[in-house]
């Protein structure tokens, strides 16, 4: 079969290797499609901090039931399947403690252990999720990052009956509202300043949208929501800028969620974080219940994918499709890497 490899940053290669055979308790899947995510983007540039070379990527992913390893039960061959990518121990602390996104010793696969870029892929089965048949493999790919958003949300636990405002109308930043809204939440604003994907987010259902190059942040969540403003806001594009409008523009006493991932250090305002007892709150990947209910979501209809599909890329043209990103960022959403041509 064939395996991508990115051998250095920025370059690519295509390796044949042997068709991996499933072992005890594994699922050999046949790999459909593959979702570029931001991450990917950084391995691509060499500026990822907890990845080295060579590494095969792909962690966003949908694939088909090939062969099941000895005793496998629960799934059968020709089933629509995705891949939970964490590698955890199962014995430190967070993991024994149901919090295995946590891991103390966590790895992603596409970053610190092999990815799904290959035809075929040999996984163990308690990470293989099924995917209804109704449901395409291009949707498949993205119930990763669906899993994210929906993490995302519930660190500010029940939103229900909530006003939510997000920074960042990014993928990330899109599945966040969207997800806000599925699990509840009674009004929804994102900001940015791309209006293309202000646009995608109105498509999406998004209650309400704010282009802060042209207007003011403060002035846009009191416009929505009236002058108690936000419960709670998500920063999903993690910026001094975007987390300063934050932490300014907070109703006293709400909360902050971080969602997207600094660059580097962070020069906020902890005086006033500290001054309107703003609680400030992270979240880290997901698990498998967000899984679950990403699957649900998206196949009801409450979440939205195919808006923010921008474009497809043949399994060879892999280097292609990070070309097209770095050349599109302000009008590209997602990409998609066919695998396998069938959806």
């Not at 390893?69 to 629509?80: N, R, S, W, Y």
């Not at 308690?126 to 291009?138: E, G, R």
């Not at 523009?249 to 001054?275: E, F, H, Q």
Request: hydrophobic share 40%.
């Amino acid at each position: 079969m064939i395996q991508q490899v990115m051998t250095s940053p920025g370059v690519i290669e295509f390796r044949e290797i042997p068709t991996p055979v499933p072992g005890k308790g594994q699922v050999l899947v046949k790999i459909k499609k593959i979702g570029v995510c931001g991450s990917d983007i950084h391995v691509w540039h060499g500026k990822h901090p907890f990845t080295s070379y060579p590494v095969t990527q792909g962690h966003e992913v949908s694939g088909q039931v090939v062969s099941l390893g000895e005793g496998v039960t629960g799934l059968t061959p020709g089933q629509k399947v995705t891949i939970e990518p964490q590698v955890y121990c199962g014995k430190c602390y967070p993991c024994t403690h149901g919090k295995y996104n946590l891991c103390e010793e966590l790895k992603v696969m596409g970053f610190q252990t092999t990815g799904t870029a290959s035809e075929f892929f040999a996984v163990d089965a308690s990470k293989v999720t099924p995917l209804p048949d109704s449901m395409s493999y291009d949707e498949g790919a993205m119930i990763e990052p669906t899993a994210v958003a929906i993490h995302a949300v519930r660190q500010a636990g029940d939103v229900t009956g909530m006003n939510v405002a997000v920074l960042g109308a990014g993928p990330i930043g899109n599945l966040v509202a969207q997800a806000a809204k599925a699990c509840g939440a009674s009004k929804v604003l994102i900001s940015d300043v791309s209006d293309l994907r202000l646009d995608k987010a109105l498509e999406c259902g998004v209650d309400a949208v704010v282009n802060t190059a042209k207007e003011d942040f403060g002035e846009a969540m009191v416009a929505c929501f009236g002058p108690d403003k936000a419960d709670v806001i998500y920063d999903c594009a993690a910026n001094d800028t975007t987390m300063g409008q934050a932490i300014k523009y907070a109703r006293k006493g709400s909360t902050i969620i971080l969602v997207g991932v600094y660059a580097g250090m962070a020069t906020v305002d902890l005086a006033v974080l500290n001054d309107h007892e703003l609680d400030l709150n992270t979240t880290m990947m997901y698990r498998h219940p967000d899984y679950l209910d990403a699957i649900r979501f998206v196949n009801e209809g409450a979440i939205q994918l195919r808006p923010l599909m921008s474009r497809h890329f043949a399994f060879a043209d892999y280097a292609e499709a990070y070309r097209f990103i770095d050349a599109n960022r302000e009008t590209s959403m997602k990409i998609l890497i066919d695998v396998d041509g069938e959806d």
